[in-house]
């Protein structure tokens, strides 16, 4: 960014956000509490939508693992994340949950073995 003349304080407020993203780091600042939401809102869309993302999120970084073993790991990411921002909360929890549901239910059936 130095390179285009970007203000070394345009800089760090744009690092600082991108850190903010990371997924257990407490955020300071709304602005980046929306981004970290924002960056997992997938948790709460159509579980159609969410297993898809979530499969190619498997085959395209984690090749190697059995995708039952894939499957537990989400379910636990799932499970233990909390949106941090009212909007996201109240947009996308309920959605979450049922997600939780369906994976939990594909994780017991032979649905994980399949896929």
Do not use: W
């Amino acid at each position: 960014m130095k390179q285009y003349n970007v203000e070394i304080n345009r800089i760090n407020q744009v690092e600082k956000y991108i850190l903010d993203t990371k997924f257990y780091d407490e955020k300071n600042t709304e602005y980046g509490k929306f981004l970290a939401d924002a960056d997992v809102a997938i948790f709460g869309y159509s579980f159609e939508e969410f297993l898809e993302r979530t499969i190619n999120v498997k085959k395209e970084l984690y090749p190697g693992i059995e995708f039952e073993v894939f499957l537990k790991g989400t379910i636990g990411l799932v499970e233990n994340h909390s949106f941090e921002t009212n909007y996201f909360k109240q947009k996308y929890s309920k959605q979450k949950e049922n997600n939780i549901k369906k994976l939990r239910n594909m994780y017991v059936s032979d649905v994980c073995f399949n896929l």
